[in-house]
T-cell receptor, first 114, second 113 residues
Framework: AQTVTQSQPEMSVQEAETVTLSCTYD???????LFWYKQPPSRQMILVIR??????QNATENRFSVNFQKAAKSFSLKISDSQLGDAAMYFC???????????FGTGTRLTIIP | KAGVTQTPRYLIKTRGQQVTLSCSPI?????VSWYQQTPGQGLQFLFE???????NKGNFPGRFSGRQFSNSRSEMNVSTLELGDSALYLC????????????FGPGTRLLVL
């Protein structure tokens, strides 16, 4: 079984500041993929960033980057220069290679303070 | 390129009825996944289809079923609706599977009375 845990139900950050969202996971597989998805009030899920477990280099997408610690099974998301449009629910998710099932965490609601 | 579309967007049903939801993936995508989102259980995987074959299924009762057509469009059906089936049902598509970037539709909000 695979599990994803997000221990921060809510986070807030001042506009233009940096915030880090935490995620831990558990899987017995060695080959898997990790994702951060964003769900704004419109409820449309949008991929923020994707990480292949076999890659040691942390993924980066513009202002979004991850800190992937495979041994610790930790996958945190850092948002730099936070913008009002970043306000949303953020979900961490895991997919084992060859198993077409995406397991989500419970989400972190991010509020941006102007 | 058009995104993932889901119809209907909103639906109200009563207990015991059945419902069919539709999902049209992005052109060229062959994998379609379905998820249920509720405040209590969060986001849960229902099933995934690829080239008309169900490749994986989540832990849902047999009342939940799905299928995929040759044009990759997918439908999910819930029979004998229960109050607890009230949820946002999300569909996502990708070229080959969930390990890739999945593109989500806007969802169908189902209310069971």
């Amino acid at each position: 079984a695979q599990t994803v845990t997000q221990s921060q139900p809510e986070m807030s950050v001042q506009e233009a500041e940096t915030v880090t969202l935490s995620c831990t996971y558990d899987t017995s597989e060695s080959d898997y993929y990790l994702f951060w998805y964003k769900q704004p009030p419109s409820r449309q899920m949008i991929l923020v960033i994707r990480q292949e477990a076999y890659k040691q280099q942390n993924a980066t997408e513009n202002r979004f980057s991850v800190n992937f610690q495979k041994a610790a099974k930790s996958f945190s998301l850092k948002i730099s220069d936070s913008q009002l449009g970043d306000a949303a629910m953020y979900f961490c998710a895991l997919c084992n290679f060859g198993n077409e099932k995406l397991t989500f965490g419970t989400g972190t609601r991010l509020t941006i303070i102007p | 390129k058009a995104g993932v579309t889901q119809t209907p967007r909103y639906l109200i049903k009563t207990r015991g009825q059945q419902v069919t939801l539709s999902c049209s993936p992005i052109s060229g995508h062959r994998s379609v996944s379905w998820y249920q989102q509720t405040p209590g259980q969060g986001l849960q995987f229902l099933f995934e289809y690829f080239s008309e074959t169900q490749r994986n299924k989540g832990n849902f009762p047999g009342r939940f079923s799905g299928r995929q057509f040759s044009n990759s469009r997918s439908e999910m059906n819930v029979s004998t609706l229960e109050l607890g089936d009230s949820a946002l049902y999300l569909c996502a598509s990708s070229f080959i599977g969930t390990q890739e970037t999945q593109y989500f539709g806007p969802g169908t909000r189902l209310l069971v009375l």
